[in-house]
Each structure stands twice: as structure tokens, then as C-alpha cells.
């Protein structure tokens, strides 16, 4: 993982050998945009029934929205006692204060979209406050998950629901209480805080950007973090210090004036990044992809281009598919591409070879730690999926509208339309 803080933005590259996978981007102004896990005292501007929704106001340029299904309450303080599920405009009223988290970003015309379920995330657990949730995460194996059930069957608070996350595989019960003890700490506080502020205000922020991603990511699979700020070299390795020691030699501090080169140059991410932002990616056979970006949804086309092939169409076909499956899933994941996405291979006749390529595409997904929806390849060869949308994108992250057209990429021509 590199780390390079510059002016204008601290960005983030996760790198496996030599190759980038994947990039964030943490500007200063991410108050307004970047606020995924951030909680507000927020207050109810309006609830739409017709939308099973309401728009929050937690101070931020666009009203947040709230649907109905991420609303929390208790049976208990309803006026009356439906029997069936309660509809929206019963649980919340306008000018009404709540506490919520951001679940998604805004982005574009869309405000932020909230959860009354918050959640607070450690290094090795997540800690979900005031509900009975309890889990652990279905990528460990079976053994570990039985062990790790064992030790949070001690440490869970009562009051308090708890997720093991993947990264408490092999660690120690001391560590999961140390990590559970800190967090119920800080949602005292942030609760105290709640109680006498007044809304719309925040009460707790995501630590940075960098600090974010270590903590959600950084296992001993990592090979090091190499970071060319001095200070935020210093507050990570404390902070990786403090909850798992022995991963703490693994952050290095890169001088640029030492190296007299760069940090991303020296690891070759910006013409990596640059290739990112084409439309057009080519695969190592000769064929290629198209990746166009709508209000909808995401298209991309695979074509064969250059790739001829030798014995025959149908094995071309399949060949040039295999290799695009997996470069699907790794410009999914680089770009963060978010939302429906709707993917083009090329035709092919035997059933068996469909089946193959959609096989190597969900192994290629599952690499990915952003949850899919993939469906079976369509009467008409398409590949409809989903991925959940929580950044703004590669694209838009590392560049702004253009003032001309605002995004449209055309320009009239003066003088042919009055």
C-alpha cells in the first residue's frame, strides 16, 4: 500500500506486485462529499409516504435521505400498535431529532443516504449499538469461526451488538475485548455528545482517509505500507502499534527528497492511473474493452479486436471472454465502478464455455471486498450485476466537469442552433 499526501489530496493505492488494484482519493473539502460513516444529531425535514422515505437535514449542502427500511425503532413507544410492519410517517415526524450514520456518500443531484442503525468499526470487530446483532464473517473457515464464536460469546456487551470482522482470524481474546472495550468507550461519548447538541451537527467523524483504509484492510497478507508524509507515517504506526504490534515494522516512512524520485513514479501508479481513465481497455491477447458510464448504469463491451485466434471462432470466442472476465472484475475494482452494470461478451454457442466464463468471473469478483450481485448470462449475451455504490468513482474523484459542456463531451457549434 502507497501513501502520498500532497496540496490538494492524500491519495491511497493498494498495489498487488507492481500492479495497481485499487486507488482512493481523501480531498480536504470531504466534509461536504466524503462522509461514508460519519454520525449526525440529524433533524426531519419532511417524510414522504409515497417514497417510504424522509429527508434529514444533517448540515450538509443537500438533505440526506432516510428510507424506511434503514429506520430504527421500538414497538413499545408507538402510539398505536399496528399489526403489521409500521409505515414511515408513524415513526417519524418533521422537525423530529434523530441520530443517524451515512451509509453512501452523495453524489452528483443524489444527497447522502442514512441508517438509524449505527455501526461502529474496529480492527477486529464492529460493534453495532443498542441491537441484539451478533456475527462473524463468513470468509473465515469453519474452525476459526467456531473459535472466534467462543471468544465473543464472553466479550459481547449485552446492551451492544457485535460483527467479527475477517481481520480477527488468528488474533488473540485479549485483543478482540481491547478492541471491543474501545469501541462501547466511544459510543458512550458520542451518545453523551448527541444528548446536548443540537441538531443538525456532527458528532463523529471517520478518521482519515488513510487511517480508514489501514484500519479496514491492513492484514500481515500485506507486505508493508510505505507512506511519504512524516507525520501521517508516525500517527499510523502508533495507531497499527497500539492494536496489533506485530504489523508495525511494516509501515516505512519513503523521503522523496532522499529517493529524489516521487513515491507513486517510483512504483509506477500514475501511469497506471492514466490507463485507468481510458475508455477503452485492451486485453493481452489483442482484444479489448469499452467501459461507458450513464445515469442508469455502467456498460461495458467486450470485443475480440486484434485477437484472431488459430483453431477456431467459438475457441477465440471463449478464450478472448476468459480473459475479459477477469478484467472485468479488476476495472470494477480499480475504477470502483458502483451501481448496475450491465457487461457485453461476445456471443458464444456452447453452453459449456457460458458456464466457464461466468465461473471465472465470480472467482475474480470474490476478490473484491465491495459486495456484488451477479446474474447468469441472458438470452441476448448480456451479464447484468450489481455492486454497491460507495465512492464517487475513480473518474470523478481525480477530475472536475468541464465548464463548457458540464459533462456532456459535446459542444454546439456556434451559429447552427439559434
Not at 129 to 147: A, F, Q, V
Not at 185 to 192: D, G, L, R, S, V
Not at 336 to 347: A, N, R, S, T
Not at 390 to 399: A, N
Request: glycine content about 6%; aromatic content about 4%.
Amino acid at each position: 500500500m502507497c501513501v502520498s499526501v500532497g496540496d490538494k489530496a492524500t491519495q491511497i493505492a493498494t498495489l498487488e506486485g507492481r500492479k495497481l488494484v485499487e486507488h482512493q482519493v481523501s480531498r480536504p473539502a470531504d466534509d461536504i462529499s466524503q462522509i461514508h460513516g460519519n454520525i449526525y444529531v440529524g433533524r426531519v425535514q419532511n417524510v414522504l409516504p409515497g417514497m417510504e422515505a424522509a429527508f434529514i437535514d444533517i448540515g450538509t449542502p443537500k438533505n440526506a435521505v432516510l428510507y424506511r427500511g434503514d429506520v430504527q425503532y421500538d414497538r413499545d413507544d408507538l402510539d398505536s400498535k399496528p399489526t403489521e410492519q409500521p409505515r414511515i410517517e408513524q415513526l417519524l415526524k418533521a422537525r423530529q431529532t434523530i441520530i443517524c450514520q451515512v451509509t453512501k456518500n452523495p453524489i452528483a443531484h443524489k444527497g447522502a443516504r442514512l441508517t438509524q442503525e449505527v455501526s461502529l468499526p474496529g480492527r477486529f470487530v464492529v460493534l453495532v449499538p443498542n441491537t441484539s446483532t451478533y456475527g462473524i464473517s463468513r470468509r473465515l473457515p469453519d474452525t476459526e469461526r467456531t473459535r472466534l464464536r467462543n471468544i465473543l460469546d464472553k466479550a459481547k456487551p449485552k446492551q451492544h451488538g457485535v460483527i467479527v470482522r475477517t481481520a480477527a482470524e488468528k488474533v488473540t481474546a485479549a485483543e478482540i475485548e481491547r478492541d471491543v472495550s474501545r469501541l462501547v468507550t466511544q459510543w458512550n461519548e458520542i451518545e453523551a455528545l448527541a444528548k446536548k447538541t443540537r441538531a443538525p451537527a456532527l458528532v463523529y467523524r471517520e478518521p482519515e482517509a488513510a487511517v480508514r483504509i489501514i484500519r479496514e484492510e491492513f492484514t500481515k497478507d500485506f507486505r508493508g505500507i510505505v507512506i511519504d508524509n512524516r507525520e501521517l507515517c508516525d500517527e499510523v504506526r502508533a495507531y497499527v502499534s497500539s492494536i496489533t504490534p506485530g504489523l508495525a515494522e511494516r509501515v516505512e516512512y519513503y523521503d522523496p527528497k532522499a529517493a529524489k524520485l516521487p513515491l507513486f513514479e517510483r512504483h509506477h501508479v500514475q501511469e497506471q492511473l492514466r490507463k485507468a481513465l481510458d475508455r477503452k481497455v485492451w486485453l493481452p491477447s489483442g482484444g479489448s474493452l469499452i467501459i461507458e458510464a450513464t445515469e442508469a448504469l455502467t456498460v461495458i463491451d467486450v470485443n475480440t479486436g486484434k485477437n484472431v485466434g488459430k483453431s477456431s471462432l467459438e475457441e477465440t470466442v471463449f478464450r478472448n471472454n476468459l480473459e475479459a472476465a477477469e478484467e472485468v472484475a479488476n476495472q470494477l475494482r480499480l475504477r470502483d465502478i458502483g451501481g448496475i452494470i450491465v457487461i457485453d461478451f461476445v456471443d458464444m454457442e456452447i453452453a459449456r464455455n457460458r458456464a466457464e466464463v461466468m465461473k471465472v468471473f465470480r472467482a475474480a469478483l470474490a476478490r473484491d471486498k465491495t459486495r456484488t450481485q451477479v446474474f447468469d448470462i441472458s438470452g441476448l449475451g448480456l451479464v447484468e450485476m450489481t455492486r454497491k455504490r460507495i465512492g464517487e468513482g475513480l473518474l470523478e474523484s481525480v477530475s472536475d466537469l468541464c465548464e463548457t459542456c458540464e459533462g456532456d463531451g459535446h459542444v454546439l457549434i456556434e451559429g447552427l442552433i439559434g
